[in-house]
């Protein structure tokens, strides 16, 4: 499976749209990107997932550069209860097996 | 739906003694994961079953652990004999199919003295 790079952390105002980037750049064809996010002391919770068009669902938008090298998770009017460790993984294949690695700590600020 | 159901919430044990981390997948899921999360290591995914079926169990750490899952709706992680360094969150996931996204537990937290 294709390696994710993301910012350990960031910081975001209450209100207002929290992007979140991600590069994969060694994503192959079959590969999603999936989006999950852990809130203190509770299990990860999924977000988004996509292929190569742009995804939107009640939590967030997801959006996937044309070359599929990199992907932006948006929140787009962040509150405090979104504060969370923001995972990006890639996977596919033959098998949903998803690596964690150790995401953005994004830190909704009041 | 009540979701991944994991018990118990918090165990605490003396090293040595075995320990036994319970999970009842969402209904309807094919798939079964154990993850493990500690500070250093992040979430570890130990071992995944497709249909009641360990399919890749390359990741549980040593043969002091083992799972099973005998049925559709129940699953155990068993560690024998534990260890001071097994301390950790264990989770549980489940997914519909192999595209699904996965649904994980709350998880147990195990501390070995």
């Known amino acids: 499976d294709a390696k994710t790079t993301q910012p350990p952390s960031m910081d975001c105002a209450e209100g207002r749209a929290a992007n979140l980037p991600c590069n994969h750049s060694?994503?192959?064809?079959?590969?999603?990107v999936y989006w999950y996010r852990q809130i203190h002391s509770q299990g990860p919770q999924y977000i988004i997932h996509?292929?190569?068009n742009n995804e939107t669902n009640e939590m967030a938008s997801l959006i996937i550069t044309e070359d599929r090298k990199s992907s932006t998770l948006i929140l787009p009017h962040a509150t405090l209860r979104d504060t969370a460790v923001y995972y990006c993984?890639?996977?596919?294949?033959?098998?949903?097996?998803?690596?964690f690695g150790t995401g953005t700590l994004l830190a909704v600020q009041p | 739906d009540a979701g991944v159901i994991q018990s118990p919430r918090h165990e605490v044990t003396e090293m040595g003694q075995e320990v036994t981390l319970r999970c009842k997948p969402i209904?309807?899921?094919?798939?079964l994961f154990w993850y493990r999360q500690t500070m250093m290591r992040g979430l570890e995914l130990l071992i995944y079953?497709?249909?009641?079926?360990?399919?890749?169990d390359s990741g549980m750490p040593e043969d002091r652990f083992s799972a099973k899952m005998p049925n559709a709706s129940f699953s155990t992680l068993k560690i024998q004999p534990s260890e001071p360094r097994d301390s950790a969150v264990y989770f549980c996931?489940?997914?519909?199919?192999?595209?699904?996204?996965?649904?994980f537990g709350n998880g147990t937290r195990l501390t070995v003295t």
């Open positions: 079953f497709n249909n009641n079926v360990p399919i890749d």
């Open positions: 996931a489940s997914s519909l199919n192999r595209y699904s996204p996965l649904h």
């Open positions: 996509g292929l190569k």
């Open positions: 060694t994503i192959s064809g079959n590969e999603y």
């Open positions: 993984i890639v996977a596919g294949g033959a098998t949903n097996k998803l690596i």
């Open positions: 209904s309807g899921h094919d798939y």
